[in-house]
């Protein structure tokens, strides 16, 4: 805890707002998207699939294959609980759908499904795009799948495809495959190493317009330190420190520089 204080005293020292930026790309980003106002319907959908897993009170038990939690102390867990203190926040889930709204990817890939709540962000702008989610605790993953399958919620399970898995090992066979992701979120398993790994394995899966975005990038030191190797990778042009995320663009054209925005 006392690491992410100072982590995030210094960011607020070099972070930025749309004024502090120069390149057009990132400036109509910044507003356009992450400053966007817009009151979208779609947050109504993601604010009761949140509300309907705070309601839960069942218990299950959870695998984690990550750096573990920083909450809890035992594997059996009430999925409120999870949802409450593990799941994306509510206004970094419209974020995340402002950024798919924006980019309009066609193909997505989500590294740590939990219980779905930033796949249901996901999941909802881009009808004709497809979303391939992972998750290594079968548990959690089974949550997620039946919360799609509510009606009322409106999500399109359709075009989510729902993957338990070990993350590297399906990493390293999908890279036998010919496809590309134009948007990858990370939230899967907070080391070094495991990032870098997984940074890797998707990088010949990358196109000059793939979105990357890092999730707890000052969770502890290791995270930084992977996130410092990644904004110095060659095919690296333009990164974007949220302090909650390190997004990452792979843009040519762009030259190499380095963001940090207050969102």
Partial sequence: ?????????????????????????????????????????EYQILNDYRNSLLANKNTIEVTD???????????????SKIAQTAGITPK????????????????????????????????LRNA?????TLEGCPNTMTVAEKMFQVSSFKL????VNFITTEFSSYLKNFQLQSSNFELIYFDGNHSQKATLDYFELLLPTITN???????DIHWSAEMENAWEI???HPKVK????????????FRAEQEKEHFVIRV
């Avoid at 333009?238 to 663009?249: E, H, L, N």
Wanted: hydrophobic letters at 40%.
């Fill in 1 to 41: 805890m006392l690491h992410q204080i100072k982590s995030y005293l210094k960011f607020l020292f070099h972070s930025k707002n749309e004024h502090g930026v120069h390149s057009p790309f990132v400036f109509d980003l910044v507003t356009k998207c992450f400053y966007d106002k817009t009151k979208y319907p």
């Fill in 65 to 79: 294959f990550g750096a573990g939690s920083r909450v809890f102390k035992s594997n059996i867990r009430q999925i």
């Fill in 92 to 123: 970094r889930a419209e974020l995340l759908f402002r950024i798919v709204n924006y980019f309009q990817p066609e193909s997505i890939l989500e590294i740590g499904t939990s219980l779905g709540l930033a796949t249901s962000a996901l999941s």
């Fill in 128 to 132: 004709s795009s497809k979303l391939i």
């Fill in 156 to 159: 399109p399970s359709n075009k």
């Fill in 209 to 215: 317009d793939s979105v990357w975005i890092f999730d």
């Fill in 230 to 232: 990644i904004k110095k």
């Fill in 238 to 249: 333009v990164t974007i420190d949220t302090f909650q995320w390190g997004i990452v663009f």
